[in-house]
């Protein structure tokens, strides 16, 4: 069974960079793309990005300049960092896993909130 | 960047009845489209892509349909446990992926 779980400060101050880490269980980081996607509370769903262990990444493009996207395949984690935040970017965060474009596994999701 | 558009954005039915979900891209994504459900605090899950094919586990009761630009989801006979917000996502054009803005299915 592929569990995937987000984990990471749940406060980050304005200007700041959010990270956050998700840790895969059941599968390995290179058999799929594996995705960030965010929703703010009672709104819909944004597509942060994707990447491969490969190396190969994909960023929406609105968010492109902020996103960064790792892997640690030895612990079979990766990592979303977003520089320069401000109260928009606050959100519950999913990692989630591509198959083939849709998403057939998701974490249980992690609230970050941007505020001073 | 493909807009995906659903109607409507609360659908009230009575358990048991048929409710049927729509959505529309801007442009086409042919058949690259996925349909999830997701409950309050729950993460979204996976109930069709390919615009027909049901995901792993999800009862027969949910259908989707359509291509290019026009999609639905139909629940053929609602049970409690149906009650929550519906969204499409298209990955035919990236990026991004996009997501519809949901359909809440409520009680009537």
């Known amino acids: 069974q592929v569990q995937l779980q987000e984990s990471g400060p749940g406060l980050v101050k304005p200007s700041e960079t959010l990270s956050l880490t998700c840790t895969v269980s059941?599968?390995?980081?290179?058999?799929?793309?594996w995705s960030w996607i965010r929703q703010p509370a009672g709104k819909g769903l944004e597509w942060i990005g994707r990447?491969?262990?490969?190396?190969?990444?994909n960023y929406n493009p609105s968010l492109k300049s902020r996103v960064t996207m790792s892997v640690d395949t030895s612990k079979n984690q990766f990592s979303l960092k977003l520089t320069s935040v401000t109260a928009a970017d606050t959100a519950i965060y999913y990692c989630?896993?591509?198959?083939?474009?849709?998403?057939?596994?998701w974490g249980q999701g992690t609230l970050v909130t941007v505020s001073s | 960047e493909i807009v995906m558009t659903q109607s409507p954005a609360t659908l009230s039915v009575s358990p048991g009845e048929r409710a049927t979900l729509s959505c529309r891209a801007s442009?086409?994504?042919?058949?690259?489209l996925a349909w999830y459900q997701q409950k309050p605090g729950q993460a979204p899950r996976l109930l069709i892509y390919?615009?027909?094919t049901r995901a792993t586990g999800i009862p027969a009761r949910f259908s989707g349909s359509g291509s290019g630009a026009e999609f639905t989801l139909i629940i053929s006979s609602l049970q409690s446990e149906d009650f929550a917000v519906y969204y499409c996502?298209?990955?035919?054009?990236?990026?991004?992926?996009?997501f519809g803005q949901g359909t809440k299915v409520e009680i009537k």
């Open positions: 989630a896993r591509d198959f083939g474009g849709s998403y057939d596994y």
């Open positions: 059941g599968d390995s980081l290179s058999s799929y793309y």
């Open positions: 990447f491969y262990a490969s190396g190969s990444t």
């Open positions: 442009q086409s994504v042919s058949s690259n």
């Open positions: 390919g615009a027909s």
């Open positions: 996502q298209q990955y035919n054009n990236w990026p991004p992926w996009t």
